[in-house]
């Protein structure tokens, strides 16, 4: 099985966003204040930790299931373990060095085309995955039964446009939509099972759907703010850093 694209981004990091009825309902409020707490959600996370399972479905059904752990510490370190059957099967580190992959053969032959992971298209779906998009101004706003706003991306330098849609109880996202110059989809995400960790709210589970097939991450620990480890973001000897 392979996937590629907007599908392979969203499969390194989508675990990083992703509605429970404990959830404390803030709204509706008026629009400005909405922005606001959406805005003060995402500078409130400065590091993850969290574990659970990947499975990777493409277009023709075929899936795997991987074992995945991931540590994350501000916008420029990020580290994504997986395994099956106890053996590694990728190790994605983004640090201030850059992009570093280690992926073994059953990866390459199966899962994601490295070819396709670049810093910039990582740390833009980390970004959007964190909610710092929130903080761009959207160029569109539709403010309902649910709040929808919209805000023109750039992947390199390609426009894009993702909508984004806003659950008005909760003021959580539910669902990001990426679209191409064209107005095609490229790319779905779905935000579910909502928890409190803390004062923020965070998806347990995320479902990523593309051309190329789905993508699901649920979390069964996730950890915010507490320290990361040392050397959390080196690299095992054998990765390779990408261009």
Known sequence: MRCSGPLVLACVVMGLLGCAPSLP????????????????????????????RLTLTDSRGQRVTLDAVLVSEGDQRMRIRTWKLNQAVFDLTRNEDGLWLWQSSRMQRQAVDADELSPDHLMAVWRLMRGQVFHDTPSDAIDGTALDLTYPLHFDDVPMTLQATIDRSTLVPVRYVLLDEAQRVRLTLRLERYRMIGEVPWPMRITAESDEGTVRIAWSHVALNEPTATGAFKPPSRAERRP
């Open 25 to 52: 309902r803030v709204g509706p409020v008026p629009f400005a204040q909405s922005i606001q707490t959406l805005r003060e959600r995402a500078d409130a996370v400065e590091t993850v930790a969290a574990e659970g």
